[in-house]
């Protein structure tokens, strides 16, 4: 199912579970759950999946993907009140992010681990900012991905667009 937005590359998604180091009594989070393809990643370290997504047919195929998961449909500054600690965090929809991410961090176990991964150079700047200003500030990182395409009987590469990732630990 294609959804508006970008979907997150199968490599970047590899990283963030890296980086998550999701355990088996971890409830995680995806915010800006779009396709369900990075709760189901995390569905195999731990099956306390919730997602938020302000599209209908985002939660619909998140469901679909990993049934045994709890996925909401609205924003997430007015959800998140009503989850449960959160203690690993993948943001992949930012929409309006200054306003949930101060109540993320309330929900936010000690230890809680938060991945952002985020297209654009403005956003990545400004979670980073918010990461240092509430002292969770780990890392951030640009991940290129370029995958290979016949030209003229041999290969060549063509580049996909690079990824901000910016990591938290609370």
Excluded: W
């Amino acid at each position: 199912m294609k959804l508006p937005g970008t979907a997150t590359q199968e490599e970047n998604i590899y990283i963030a579970m890296g980086k998550l180091n999701i355990h088996p009594d971890h409830v995680f989070l995806d915010i800006g759950c779009g396709s369900g393809a990075v709760s189901l990643a995390a569905s195999r370290f731990t099956n306390r999946i919730y997602g938020l997504d302000v599209r209908a047919e985002a939660v619909a195929a998140s469901r679909t993907r990993v049934p045994k998961g709890c996925f909401f449909l609205g924003e997430a500054g007015e959800l998140l009140d009503d989850l449960p600690a959160i203690d690993r965090c993948f943001i992949g929809g930012t929409r309006k992010i200054a306003e949930f991410f101060p109540r993320l961090l309330k929900k936010a176990s000690p230890g809680c681990i938060i991945v952002a991964d985020l297209a654009r150079m403005g956003i990545a700047a400004q979670v980073a900012a918010m990461m240092k200003e509430a002292g969770i500030f780990q890392e951030l990182i640009q991940i290129h991905i370029s995958r290979g395409y016949d030209l003229a009987g041999d290969m060549a590469l063509k580049p996909v667009n690079p990824i901000f990732m910016v990591i938290g630990k609370c």
